[in-house]
């Protein structure tokens, strides 16, 4: 069993600033990457960020620059931090985990952002 449990999300003005957690916590070994996706009203689920073991990022086009993604080995943690926020980036963001295999998704914050 992995438990994934998100925080940080809420109603902020655009402009403003949030920052996501997401604690990682049971049975899983090696973990290859941990990330946030997003799914907005009426659209797919898209990938924000990722980071991969080793440290490597990735982000989507639309986050570029204003995002960024980091991670807590120690706690199993990662965080997502997202300044500059516009009413488009309004979405439920979920938190990921992959290892051997295995992918897991957390239940889910709301982010909103107002205009």
């Known amino acids: 069993q992995v438990q994934l449990v998100e925080s940080g999300g809420g109603l902020v003005q655009a402009g403003g600033s949030l920052r996501l957690s997401c604690a990682a916590s049971?049975?899983?070994?090696?973990?290859?990457?941990m990330g946030w996706y997003r799914q907005a009203p009426g659209k797919q689920r898209e990938l924000v960020a990722r980071i991969i073991s080793g440290g490597l990022t990735e982000y989507a086009d639309s986050v570029k620059g204003r995002f960024t993604i980091s991670r807590d080995n120690a706690k199993n943690t990662v965080y997502l931090q997202m300044n500059s926020l516009k009413p488009e980036d309004t979405a439920v963001y979920y938190c990921?985990?992959?290892?051997?295999?295995?992918?897991?998704w957390g239940q889910g914050t709301q982010v909103t952002v107002s205009s």
């Open positions: 990921t985990l992959g290892a051997l295999g295995n992918f897991y």
């Open positions: 049971g049975s899983f070994f090696s973990i290859n990457a």
